[in-house]
């Protein structure tokens, strides 16, 4: 009776296994099927998404056959606890073991967003909530002045301001950092913050990637002289405290009026930087070119001139003045002509 029992138990146990063995070789025949869809597919997996949510979309898509197999076989593995989300493109024909890998590989669809250099950390970050593929988590006022790389950064569907922020931060503490390492001797810097607000101004002076370092070196020049910087950039964002453009000439009362910023009223650096720096102007403010002039003046050419005494700089300065009178006369005559026109 006991060994009847148990023969009938052990073919009982036989049967199932082979019936589990058959079903886990079906299920793995179906994992392995080529998909039905016959173009590229873009399917998001959602922050916080779990898999029966995943699974469900992906079946409703047509993306998978089988949401039931489908989790069966990711809670096998293990990838029920590795979706990454973002935004994937699926290839036509992805067999459903092809998509699990994917949504679980966080190889996810890049974006770029691109900050540009010279925006204030006010500028970075409205610039940044107007990316529809971030999610807005920004609730803390703007990161410290001159503390984010400008960049073109690669971001996917779903990455937070925050999370770009933190990576951006990081970026410039290693561009000052590696810079401050290999800066010129001698010069009158005593910290990477201040060199961070050199470079700040460096870069609102001029977008001409070969006068950096002459641009640098007048500053550096006035520094060491014990002279006032004098730059109209500083001005402005005493003005607007970098949240925004001033968007007109600066005023000769403003000139005048001492702010933190205002290097016309105050000795040497402002207290912080006024934009963003890009790495460029970090290692011109470290690195300056090796000259002897003290003043500069727009040219007319989108670059500047450079002089040695006031009175170079003064015939520099009569010269652009011709320059703007110039162009006004020019553009008066264009509005002329367009009235008449329209006449």
């Given amino acids: 009776m006991v060994r009847h029992f148990v023969s009938n138990a052990l073919t009982l146990l036989i049967v199932a296994m082979t019936l589990v063995g058959g079903v886990i070789a079906w299920g793995g025949t179906q994992m392995d099927k080529p998909g039905g869809f016959t173009e590229d597919v873009v399917f998001e997996v959602k922050a916080g998404d779990r898999l029966q949510a995943v699974s469900e979309r992906l079946e409703e898509k047509g993306l998978i056959t089988n949401g039931t197999i489908f989790r069966i076989a990711a809670r096998y593995k ?5 979706l990454k989300f973002g935004e994937y493109k ?3 024909y992805s ?3 092809d998509v699990l890998a994917l949504v679980t590989s966080g190889r996810a669809l890049a974006y770029q967003v691109t900050i540009p250099e010279g925006l204030t950390s006010f500028q970075v970050i409205a610039r940044l909530k107007e990316e529809p593929l971030l999610v807005d988590d920004w609730t803390v006022i703007e990161p410290p002045e001159g503390s984010l790389a400008p960049n073109t950064y690669s971001i996917s569907k779903g990455d937070t301001i925050s999370s770009l922020v933190r990576r951006m931060t990081l970026a410039q503490h290693k561009i000052i950092t590696e810079a401050w390492e290999l800066r010129a001797d001698g010069l009158p ?3 990477p913050d201040d060199a961070l607000t050199l470079a700040s101004i460096i870069e609102k002076e001029t977008g001409v990637n070969s006068e950096r370092e002459l641009v640098s070196s007048v500053f550096i020049n006035r520094l060491n002289r014990g002279m006032k910087l004098q730059t109209d950039p500083t001005v402005i964002y005493g003005v607007t405290k970098g949240k ?6 600066l005023r000769q009362s403003e000139l005048r009026t001492k702010t933190d910023w205002n290097t016309y009223v105050i000795e040497g650096l402002p207290p912080t930087p006024i934009a963003n720096p890009g790495k460029a102007a970090i290692e011109a403010a470290l690195n300056p070119a090796s000259t002897d002039f003290i003043f500069f003046v727009a040219d007319g050419s989108g670059g500047h001139a450079f002089a040695v005494t006031i009175g170079e700089h003064n015939k520099n300065v009569r010269e652009w003045r011709k320059i703007e009178a110039k162009r006004r006369a020019e553009e008066a005559a264009r ?3 367009e009235a008449s026109n329209g006449d």
């Fill in 189 to 191: 810097l005593e910290t």
């Fill in 78 to 82: 293990g990838d029920d606890q590795r």
């Fill in 335 to 337: 509005q002329a002509e």
């Fill in 90 to 92: 699926i290839p036509a």
């Fill in 244 to 249: 925004g453009d001033l968007g007109r000439g």
């Fill in 95 to 97: 067999s459903m073991e």
